[in-house]
């Protein structure tokens, strides 16, 4: 299907949809029409399950997943506690009943435009209620929801919509420097699926896209929400991965309030509604922990960031005294610098609950002392691995290489490791690459048969590219990943054995190591140190460190670039591109030795 260059007649969908929601839908609210048109109305391709069926529907029978989808538990919550505060932002708190108004009015809105169940939407929002109102209301009409980060301009973001078939995409008006709405609808071109471009935020929408704040006008009195199955698709987690592409994962309304949900569960001693804190974007695979895990399946409180910075951190932790924190550790460093500097005693929440990199022994022990809490180190990817490692310590176990990954959760997901040529499983002890399947395996990968042909197995089990082992109390060590390496003159090096070494040098806040290109030995390593002191590293400092660590001279690092803070890409994580790119041969001059 190709999209019609001529300008239609001002319709909210194809003539076909139209007709259709006029003949099936109480009368919609008028709303301005996008100057998008298709031939006819595109439906979203529907997107298969790997898993196996029975053993997909033997964890809603046994009690392991709700078997709800993520609106009607919403709902569910809402009746429980009309008045509860669901959403803590910068507007100021939002109750779950208003919240519950403000989303069937957005529902009524989006149905009016043709969206309908099995529908892929893009949503690209800051961490604030619009995100959250979005989120449900996608889920109210059973479409799937295709979040990604603000931040990732219009050339990341065609890839995602294109392979997801995106039929409507809502982004912010304005964005920082950024106009993402604009830039999206520029897309419409090589986008043969979408047909709407929806606007939120302060400012005017731009010609030819439909305002979200209009959306929200709209009459929810008739509204009926779709009743999706539980097993089928609601959102899709987009991974940065080591694609040339980032991953897109499918996930079901189960796997995401169930799965996930009793990973949160775990953390959450008396049961009693979390309030959660992101620092992450709720738009990352770690953030899916939000509206689907911490509002729909808990009933708990959302506390939002519109952008992440140590202050606006921390000033959250006091002004609303989370019981979770959620981040990464390179978000927590930050943190701790400005609690040194001030000597502030923050509030104490239940847990500190770290992922998205790895997290070093120096900073599960200072984070612990400073927040006066248990330190959870989290194992997980967006292709369905997890594990973490609970409250039953205050600073996660650790074994000679650094913070183990925890203890595999069959609520969650079952852990086994397998051999990297045979796939066959491994005895206890034995270094493989690690498998996970359980409640919350994804459905597929999106737009993408070759990786599903790559990394899922023939009875479900998801391939991750990690190496680890499980010791003998059933304890998973992660060791490295499969691709992850530097080679240099035909000698690999784990970036991230270097990086858990690094760490525990006195002088070192921050460390991620990345490969550089090398005329001679093809990479060479380079360590991006974010130093603890004003006293100078130097390579032969960090050389000595990593001798009395035990590794290898051909593992130490050839390149040091200091920095003042690592660069976070929009998900959160350190951003390694951007590192490279300051070590490139034209960029400014790196301690070379």
């Not at 505060?85 to 519950?100: E, I, P």
């Not at 949160?264 to 974007?281: E, K, M, Y």
């Not at 070759?450 to 059933?474: M, S």
Request: aromatic share 4%; glycine share 8%.
């Amino acid at each position: 299907m190709t999209a019609d260059t001529t300008t239609a007649a001002p319709t909210t969908a194809s003539a076909t949809a139209t007709a259709r929601a006029s003949a099936t839908d109480p009368a919609p609210a008028t709303a301005p029409a996008p100057r998008i048109t298709t031939t006819a109305a595109h439906r979203t391709a529907p997107l298969r399950d790997l898993l196996p069926a029975r053993l997909r529907r033997s964890w809603a029978v046994d009690g392991t997943c709700p078997d709800l989808d993520l609106y009607s538990l919403f709902r569910a919550r809402q009746i429980a506690d009309l008045h509860r505060t669901a959403v803590l932002d910068a507007k100021g708190k939002l109750c779950y009943t208003a919240l519950d108004r403000k989303v069937r009015c957005l529902a009524t809105g989006l149905r009016a435009l043709g969206i309908r169940e099995g529908d892929v939407v893009g949503v690209q929002l800051p961490d604030n209620r619009n995100a959250v109102i979005a989120d449900l209301a996608l889920a109210a009409l059973g479409a799937v929801a295709l979040p990604f980060p603000a931040g990732r301009g219009a050339r990341e973001a065609e890839p995602l919509l294109r392979r997801a078939e995106a039929v409507a995409v809502i982004a912010s008006t304005a964005h920082r420097e950024a106009h993402p709405a604009a830039e999206l609808l520029a897309l419409a071109p090589v986008l043969p699926a979408l047909r709407h471009v929806v606007a939120a935020g302060p400012g005017t929408a731009p010609e030819g896209t439909v305002a979200f704040s209009q959306l929200l006008r709209s009459d929810p009195a008739g509204f009926v929400a779709a009743r999706p199955d539980p097993d089928s698709a609601a959102r899709i987690l987009v991974s940065s991965g080591s694609e040339a592409e980032p991953k897109m994962i499918a996930y079901s309304h189960n796997a995401l309030a169930g799965g996930r949900g009793n990973f949160l569960a775990s953390l959450i001693p008396d049961g009693t509604p979390p309030r959660c804190l992101f620092l992450v974007p709720l738009a990352s695979a770690f953030g899916s922990n939000g509206t689907a895990v911490t509002l729909a399946r808990h009933g708990g409180t959302l506390v939002l960031l519109d952008a992440f910075t140590p202050e606006a951190a921390l000033a959250a932790v006091r002004e609303h005294e989370p019981t979770h924190i959620l981040g990464v550790p390179t978000m927590v460093r930050m943190m701790l610098d400005r609690l040194d500097a001030t000597g502030e005693k923050p509030p104490a929440p239940t847990a500190l609950v770290l992922g998205g990199a790895p997290l070093d022994e120096t900073t599960a022990a200072d984070a612990a002392a400073a927040f006066d809490c248990a330190v959870v180190n989290l194992y997980g990817s967006a292709d369905g691995v997890n594990c973490h490692t609970g409250l039953e310590n205050r600073t996660p176990p650790t074994d000679g290489t650094g913070v183990v990954a925890g203890r595999p959760d069959p609520r969650v997901a079952e852990i086994r490791i397998t051999d990297t040529e045979t796939h066959e499983p491994l005895p206890e002890g034995g270094i493989g690459e690690i498998v996970a399947r359980g409640p919350m395996t994804p459905l597929c990968y999106v737009g993408a048969p070759e990786l599903d042909a790559r990394y899922r197995t023939a009875d479900g089990w998801v391939r991750t590219g990690d190496l680890g082992f499980l010791d003998p109390t059933g304890v998973l060590h992660v060791v490295g990943r499969l691709k992850d390496i530097v080679i240099r003159g035909g000698a690999n090096i784990s970036p991230a054995e270097v990086e858990r070494a690094l760490a525990s040098h006195p002088g070192v806040r921050d460390v991620v190591c990345v490969g550089v290109p090398d005329g001679l030995m093809g990479e060479r390593l380079a360590a991006c140190v974010v130093p603890r002191t004003d006293a100078p590293l130097t390579l032969a400092s960090l050389g000595a460190h990593l001798t009395d660590r035990g590794l290898d001279t051909r593992k130490h690092p050839e390149r040091l670039l200091t920095v003042a803070a690592l660069p976070l890409t929009p998900a959160g994580k350190p951003d390694r591109a951007a590192l490279r790119a300051r070590l490139a041969p034209d960029a400014a001059p790196a301690q070379a030795g």
